[in-house]
């Protein structure tokens, strides 16, 4: 969230309402740790980085989707031209990992087990593909008419919250006071900055 609202407010002066607009952002970045932190006794150090990794190649995602969309895509037409081909590298650079995964498991599994499991993942993997290109496509046409600044905080507060809500409902899993605070500050700042629109 960090880096794509910094280079909206900065770079693309998406500053209007910015008091408010931080605010929600600082309160909808609260309830991530709300929602999300666990104590653990026997975390490793090597902890920290799989989260780090994320948040910063997340961020850098996030912020050239943006910018490919105010500097690259002219029209609202060229959002599927873009998407396609980044897709189409991402469908190429996954069917060569599975096939490499298959070529290196062949020896531990058997023929019928290694084809079960290849099938699996390639349907598995055209359906999370075909969600994500359409996650994208809503992303890149709300970008262009609310900005990065508006739109990223909400959208991954929303999915931080859903996904807890789902584990909640689904999995029953326990919620806390803390977890539900950390729900209740992510409409909140989600309400907030959707109001400097």
């Known amino acids: 969230v960090l880096i ?44 920290v980085i799989l989260p780090l990794m994320v948040f910063i190649v997340s961020g850098m995602i996030d912020t050239s989707m943006e910018l490919s969309h105010n500097y690259v895509i002219r029209d609202i037409h060229e959002n599927e031209v873009f998407l396609l081909s980044v897709f189409s590298f991402s469908v190429l650079f996954c069917l060569m990992a599975v096939l490499v995964d298959s070529y290196g ?70 919620f806390t006071a803390r977890q539900w605070a950390g729900v209740i500050l992510a409409v909140l700042g989600v309400s907030m900055i959707a109001s400097t629109l």
Do not use: C
């Open 4 to 47: 794509p609202v910094t280079v909206g407010i900065l770079y693309l002066g998406q500053d209007n309402q910015l008091p408010i607009k931080l605010t929600g952002i600082a309160i909808a970045l609260a309830s991530f740790v709300l929602i999300l932190y666990k104590k653990s006794e026997n975390r490793s150090k090597g902890a």
């Open 105 to 174: 498991a062949k020896r531990k599994r058997s023929n019928i087990e290694n084809k079960n499991i290849l099938s699996r993942t390639i349907w598995l993997g055209s359906m999370l593909g075909v969600f994500n290109f359409l996650t994208s496509k809503m992303i890149l046409i709300n970008v262009g008419s609310m900005g990065g600044s508006v739109v990223y905080p909400i959208h991954n507060a929303s999915v931080v919250t859903f996904t807890a809500l789902i584990g909640l409902f689904f999995f029953k899993e326990k």
